[in-house]
């Protein structure tokens, strides 16, 4: 019994899916079982947008203390109105204005980069620095900017089987290659090695610089996707629609698991913290409770978290 | 031991502290008295900062007696180590870089508030740094951060003397003139002579001989945990010195080490040719194929930074530096430079590897067990499973561990950054015997070691001082009094 | 002795290179401010006055306090991300219960600063990372807040109103409260006893625990300061816009991270500048004043003005390190 209270403690990740189910049933019980499919398709969808960020932000966050992408909501606003713009509307375009998008958060990864490396400030001021300039572009940019989504895009966005959206499995299926990614490649063993211990990690030969460049590239790249998924999804791009992915994205990736202190990352965990979240939220909703102890509900569960999970040895 | 007559201050009876399985201190007994100055010596590791931690009050020890000023010590901490009067300046300096020299000052004492605070502890420091080192140059409100490394010292061992409401009865000072040139280090050492002689105490640890026999009044020599030697400094010379540090029972084993096969010098090409940033000569470090190279002298005098620069060129071109060879390292410090404390043995083994464990893409699972399982028999890291996490490990496993990170890697080049620290013997012999074997296949490896006896099994040893290479000796003229003799400067 | 002068002499040049390196990034932020104020004065003359001060610096005073609230947190090497959503928070209950009913509006902020000082205790004892803690509780401010007024309304109390509005003689008032925030941190901080404490907490919190303070207290100090500063700002804020919103300093949380960036701090080691800290806020207050969407800069590009200021600031420090550097 000890044993097992223990492993489960040492998975700290798992509760947050125990968590997703516990509000789940919580809701459903309140509702009478009425829509608890409909509950988890709903969730499904839109948890997908948090998980997709939160792999990327995991990748960041595992390098290691200090850092992190601020720049992600302004990201995620620019490469919405690209998407838009780039389509325009036309079926015919959207590979085009996908591509376009996952661009436009590549360059906001790779400048991000490059403000660490050549001003050898923290990684979160760099990007903090590069999301007020990022956020100007694309007020500038999407100024007015009204086109819809192409129909298909839109579909393809909100499109289920048997009550799975599409999205959702797509997502499964990158988060497990994810996984792997993070265990079973040089990349992903470099960015653990380099979260635990950076100048162990150089020592041992891992390419600390190279590393890095990827994660940050990578945590824009998928800002920029997740931006041209929203706007099909919401039907339009906004400057604001990044805006709650910002501290979302950090949330997920600590309580799914993952050591802010670098070095530990959790990709299953990423899901269930989404599905946690978004489902606290529709329970919350279902029990007819106000925006305002929606909020601090969730900010009081991210303390409690991290007071449950912390004690952890100070960053070197 | 010192005359009855005089008051005892600290005495410390029976004294243990273990760190895992390493017996930092095995059964210490030490005293101080009124007035007495006195020196310790020992080479590294044998416990003598361990021991001024304890007194400090920055260590508890694991079990023994501590009296300070005729009373017994049971709560003992930093706090309480100051109020009685006793102060100790560490290695590691203890100054915050933030902060100005008055404000460090500040920091020290808690009686210094008020309005004037800044000024009279400007004052109060400013009065013990002319006292002690005339021209000192510092002002209060320098930046600890803007100053010299000889400077910090300086403020350090001033402030250790300054007093407010505690009292200082006994001053411990740890290697104080490690940063110090020669003409502040004589004044620091004059000035210890007067306050001695005001009837202050000081225990002063150095390496350089000639300072301890010079101002000591009692030397105690440290060995392997325990106080082998102690008594009036007359008694004492460098050769007794020396041979009291040295040991001799441990000559003993050079017999057994001998058998190892003479690499022929000059015959096999040369793979590793560096010259150590600070050598002002030509003198450079050289090893040839299938050679152990040793880099011997005191921690800290530029052998772990060569290492750093050999290790660096292997990937991108250095100043002075040549390297023909992939190269691997072998950390010493294992908690800062080796261990991946969240990944299991097998991971920490594989991560030099990666490349080489590839199965198309993907790390292999079963390549990265099988290279492990090879090195655990190879090496005899004892686990019950290699999955297990790195820190299950006892010290000397964990070592083990980053030996066969280095050793299972596609590195000809090895270099190993003092890797024996805190390693049982039983497990030095086993890879002793390894590293033999490996150079005899072909491998090179430069080795630093602050373990005299370890230079036996090199072919070709070089002594380090202040940064540069002061002696060069092939394995037939090496004996530890050489050794000792080249690394402790002669003053 | 003349040996020991010739010492002294001799080391002289390196410690007087690093001061001059210390003192050009000191300046550096004034430098940038005063950059600012060109370009506009450039752009616009007639800003440069009683009242396009008083316009340009509208919410200097608000970002100043919250920046000054940020930097006594990263003094100790931690990080605030819900100083904005707290802000806010600070905002909607001035603009209802302080005005209503004072004494409950009045504990409220009070139990606001022991709030912070928990979470000090908080991240200390349990050893935390800051900026996660920090992160849920920017949710439960935000939360709050929006319990307390879910819709834009309510009403300062009229004595903050006049407070706010005060127009001394000949220097605009956000200066004169700008100058007086920033002698008061600078005292508490840099000049007082105990604030030599608390930097070098985050300087070397080893060697400050082992001349025997308390790293407890000083962490739960740290954050009490941080709390207190952001319920100025908050006052100061709702008695500029007069009336609330749940949203209102949202911003703040990144602004004043900013702030104390440019003002010369770094986020490890205990070195902040009050002083520069407030400078810092001048400036970015200034670079997103109403002002200029009177000039040429478009208002798209206002924050783009913030960002660029921080990185070129942050690309001249490296330059003044390099130099320094190269010996």
């Known amino acids: 019994m000890n044993a097992a209270l223990a492993k489960l403690f040492a998975k700290p990740w798992l509760w947050s899916f125990v968590g997703a189910f516990v509000v789940w049933l919580a809701a459903i019980l309140f509702t009478g079982g009425y829509g608890a499919g409909g509950m988890v398709t709903a969730a499904l969808a839109l948890a997908v947008f948090t998980v997709i960020v939160g792999v990327g932000q995991m990748f960041v966050i595992t390098l290691g203390p200090g850092n992190v992408d601020l720049s992600l909501p302004a990201n995620i606003g620019l490469a919405s109105a690209v998407a838009m713009k780039v389509m325009n509307g036309d079926d015919s375009l959207i590979a085009i204005g996908l591509l376009a998008a996952l661009g436009c958060g590549l360059a906001i990864g790779i400048a991000n980069y490059l403000l660490i490396w050549a001003l050898r400030i923290p990684p979160i001021i760099a990007t903090l620095s590069a999301s007020f300039i990022i956020q100007s572009i694309d007020i500038s940019y999407g100024r007015g900017l009204q086109i819809k989504p192409p129909p298909g895009f839109a579909d393809f966005t909100n499109a289920q089987v048997f009550g799975v ?48 460049f990827v994660t940050y590239a990578l945590c824009g790249t998928l800002g920029g996707l997740n931006g041209a998924l929203l706007a099909g999804y919401f039907r339009g791009a906004n400057v604001d629609i990044g805006n709650e992915y910002l501290l979302a994205s950090i949330a997920v990736v600590v309580i799914g698991g993952t050591s802010v202190a670098g070095g530990k990352a959790n990709v299953p965990g990423i899901w269930g913290a989404a599905l946690f979240l978004v489902l606290l939220l529709t329970m919350l909703n279902t029990f007819g409770v106000s925006a305002g102890v929606r909020l601090v509900m969730t900010g009081l569960i991210i303390v409690l978290v991290i007071t449950a999970a912390g004690g952890e040895k100070a960053a070197r | 031991m010192a005359g009855g007559t005089s008051l005892n201050i600290v005495k410390l009876e029976g004294v243990e502290k273990h760190f895992g399985a390493v017996r930092a201190l095995d059964g210490v007994d030490f005293s101080i008295d009124q007035g007495e100055c006195v020196g310790l010596v020992g080479h590294n590791g044998a416990g003598k900062s361990t021991l001024m931690n304890v007194l400090a009050g920055t260590l508890a020890p694991g079990a023994g007696r501590l009296v300070i000023n005729g009373e017994e010590q049971r709560d003992y901490s930093p706090t309480r180590a100051k109020a009685l009067g006793v102060r100790c300046v560490f290695q590691e300096l203890s100054l915050c870089p933030n902060l100005t020299v008055a404000e460090n000052a500040r920091v020290f004492h808690a009686a210094l508030t008020g309005l004037n605070w800044r000024k009279k502890a400007g004052r109060l420091i400013l009065d013990k740094l002319d ?5 000192h140059g510092v002002n209060p409100g320098d930046l600890i951060q803007d100053l010299s490394i000889g400077r910090r010292q300086m403020i350090e ?11 200082v009865r006994l001053v411990i000072l740890d290697e104080p003139t490690s940063s110090l040139d020669a003409h502040t280090a004589g004044q620091l050492l004059s000035f210890v002579r007067r306050v001695v002689a005001e009837g202050v105490s000081c225990v002063l640890i150095s390496h350089l001989l000639g300072e301890i026999l010079g101002n000591s009044d009692r030397i105690v020599v440290m060995r392997d945990g325990k106080a082998v030697a102690s008594g009036q400094a007359k008694a004492f010379d460098r050769e007794k010195l020396m041979a009291a540090m040295g040991g001799a029972e441990e000559r003993k084993k050079k017999a057994a080490a001998a058998s190892l096969a003479a690499a022929r010098r000059g015959e096999t090409p040369v793979c590793v040719r560096a010259r150590p940033a600070g050598q002002k000569s030509e003198a450079q470090v050289v090893a040839r194929q299938g ?47 080796g261990v991946f404390p969240q990944w299991s043995i097998l991971e920490n083994i594989g991560v030099r590897s990666l490349r080489n464990l590839r199965d198309g893409l993907l790390i292999s699972r079963r390549r990265e067990e099988k290279l492990a399982e090879f090195w655990r028999d190879k090496i005899g890291i004892r686990t019950p499973d290699l999955s297990n996490n790195i820190l299950s490990l006892s010290g000397g496993n964990q070592q083990k561990a980053l030996f066969a990170r280095a050793l299972g890697s596609d590195a000809r080049i090895i270099l190993m950054d003092d890797p024996m620290r805190g390693v049982d013997v039983g497990t030095k012999l086993e890879v002793y015997d390894l590293i033999r074997e490996e150079a005899r296949a072909g491998r090179t490896f430069l080795w630093y070691t602050t373990e005299t006896e370890e230079l036996q099994n090199c072919d070709h040893v070089y ?6 290479i002061v002696a060069d000796l092939a394995r037939d003229a090496l004996s530890e009094e050489k050794v000792i003799e080249s690394s402790f400067e002669a003053g | 002795m003349t040996a020991s002068a010739l010492a002294a002499r001799a080391a002289a040049p390196d410690v007087r290179r690093f001061k001059i390196r210390r003192i050009l990034r000191a300046l550096l932020p004034a430098f940038s401010l005063a950059l600012v104020i060109a370009a506009i004065a450039y752009l616009n003359p007639r800003a440069i006055s009683y009242f396009g001060f008083n316009l340009m610096l509208n919410l200097a005073i608000p970002i100043a306090l919250a920046t000054i609230a940020q930097m006594f947190v990263i003094a100790g090497n931690d990080l605030d991300l819900s100083i904005g959503s707290f802000v806010g928070f600070v905002g909607c209950v001035a603009a209802t219960w302080l005005r209503d009913q004072p004494l409950i509006g009045g504990l409220t902020l009070v139990g606001c600063v022991l709030a912070y000082a928990a979470l000090g205790a908080l991240v200390y004892l349990r050893n935390l990372p800051s900026i996660v803690v920090t992160l849920g509780m920017s ?20 004595w903050l109103l006049s407070f706010m509005s005060f127009k001394p003689p000949l220097v605009p008032f956000p200066i004169v409260a700008a100058i007086l925030i920033a002698l008061v941190a600078h005292i508490g901080l840099m000049r007082s006893s105990y604030g030599a404490i608390l930097r070098g907490s985050g300087g070397n919190a080893a060697a400050i625990s082992r001349a025997g303070w308390s790293l407890f207290k000083a962490k739960v100090v740290l954050f009490g300061l941080t709390g207190f500063f952001g319920v100025l700002s908050g006052l100061a804020l709702i008695g500029i816009t007069t009336s609330a919103d749940a949203n209102i300093g949202n911003g703040y949380t990144l602004l004043s991270i900013a702030g104390v960036i440019l003002g010369g701090g770094e986020f490890v080691g205990g070195r902040v500048s009050p002083i520069g800290a407030v400078i810092g806020a001048l400036t970015l207050a200034m670079a997103a004043s109403p002002l200029l969407t009177f000039m040429r800069i478009p208002p798209d590009w206002q924050v783009a003005a913030n ?16 130099r320094g550097a190269e010996r």
């Open chain 2, 131 to 135: 006292e002690i080192f005339p021209g």
């Open chain 1, 165 to 212: 959206p599409i999205l959702a499995i797509l997502t499964i299926l990158f988060t497990a290659g994810s996984a792997i990614a993070l265990q079973r490649t040089i990349y992903g063993r470099s960015v653990l090695a380099i979260g635990q211990n950076i100048r162990a990690a150089r020592l041992a030969g891992v390419k600390v610089a190279w590393t890095r």
């Open chain 2, 291 to 337: 050679e152990i190279i040793g880099l011997a002298g005191l921690a800290g005098h530029g052998q772990t930074d060569l290492l750093l620069d050999i290790f660096a060129a292997a990937s991108r071109k250095q100043p002075g530096v040549e390297v023909t060879a992939p190269v691997a390292l072998v950390a010493g410090d294992r908690q800062s430079d």
């Open chain 2, 157 to 167: 061992v001033a402030r250790a003397f300054t007093a407010t409401d505690e009292p």
């Open chain 2, 463 to 468: 002594i380090f001082r202040n940064g540069a």
């Open chain 3, 307 to 322: 960002g660029a200021i921080l990185i070129i600031v942050l690309a001249a420090r490296v330059l003044i390190s390099q």
């Open chain 3, 139 to 158: 949710f439960v401010w935000q939360g709050l807040a929006i319990l307390l007024l879910p819709k834009p309304g309510g009403r300062a109390p009229d």
